[in-house]
């Protein structure tokens, strides 16, 4: 097994491809790129080469599959999804810091799938998902404020899942006293009110945060 | 206050408008139509009269807002979403059948909060959320069997946000038995193995179904 502690590795899903530059460039610079074997479609029409085509391969052409057989890892297994089996591809390379890219958009239970599982990854590495219109991190949340970088006017949603958790926020424009998110509606459309927020919380907890552009 | 039991409302939030031609042709034909502000640029585009404009009226242009003054709801409390705004301005007036489209795509945080809306609308309305890849709607199980009406092939996902609760499925590709979804991706990428599937469940609990068109 090898050791990557310090690189960085990008996956892309097989939601809606980025159509922001700077994200395309993130996958053209890319390290180390996996790509679920159903958005290899999007790579190849841009030239880039990916170092891992992963899946259960029921979504790429024969034309794709014979093209990059040197490169195709296949995953039957039903029990994950193509995004989980190219995380832990990544993972089982010893990369801890992962970027993934086109989790979002089209089917919606795919969207919310794939947002879901960045709770699941938490322990795994540091993760960013990255879309046209923001970011979603996941941070634990414990007494003591934690510090998110921010800047001005950016609009801030979180999300917990746990209804015992209340959560307390600083310099957000709608300020979080002791507040449980039983719904994910309850915390979303906030504003960063400068280059920093903080969270802390009743108990250690993960909460997702989503960070527009 | 109205009173419209048997009569349908549908709701244009300001997500991605749709490129499905039956959903705009719902939009059309719509005896009631209740547009999010943001979203009111699509239907001056094609030419549909909504009944009521609804918001905050942050993202909403001027010359619109000037035009349809006639059919302006302004509301300003920042402690529900656009949506919400229409969905209880549609309950205020008796509608019991509720189609809300354009909820999904473009920002991520709108796009779960108003999939998790869905759940606290169960109680109002029969609510169906239409997007272009598929519909959401919740369903409140219990014990005994609930038929859901599917088609052979038909990819379904569902979720249920308590991890107490254990769900059962018939006519399901990959069946659930006693099974517990803490996660939000364990319950998606099953399929419909013929025109209805069932759900059961160990105690009385809502669940949020995704069908694919």
Redesign the interface.
Known sequence: MKNHPNKKAFILANGSFPKNKALRTLLHDAEFLVVCDGAMRHLEALDILPHAIIGDLDSISPQLKAKYQDRIIEIKE?NS?DL?KAFFYCISLGYKEITILGA??????????????L??YHSFAKVILR?D??T?QTFAIKQSPHVIQSFKGQ?I?L?C?DPSVQLTSTKLK?PLNDLSLP???NG??NEALGTDFTLSSNKPTLVLV?Q?L
Chains 1, 2 share one sequence.
Do not use: M, P, V
Not at 104 to 117: C, F, Q, V
């Open positions: 039903q999804n989980s979002t958009g089209k089917r919606e239970d795919h969207t919310l799938a794939n947002i879901s599982l709770l699941h879309s219109y923001g979603f609009q949603s999300f899942l709608y719904l994910w509606a979303t459309l989503y527009t």
